[in-house]
């Protein structure tokens, strides 16, 4: 799926992250892993994007991502 601002070459701004975790599929959020198992930054980029959806009790992707962010940060 495209998704908006992201662009080749650019790799994953904040609005970028919020469009893949918010509409992607499976396909894209394996994409994201891979990308964010490779780099730190990403993972608490991540982090951000989903924290500021903390306080949506239905926004059950971002809280799903946050978590999974989470575990991954304190691990490293």
Known sequence: MLHRHLK????YILPAID???ERG????W??????ALQDRGLMEDILRVTLAHAQEPCAQRYHFWRQY???HLKAA
């Open 69 to 71: 962010a989470e575990q």
């Open 19 to 21: 469009d893949v975790i």
């Open 30 to 35: 394996a994409q994201l892993r891979s990308a």
């Open 25 to 28: 599929k499976r396909e894209d």
């Open 8 to 11: 080749d070459g650019v790799g």
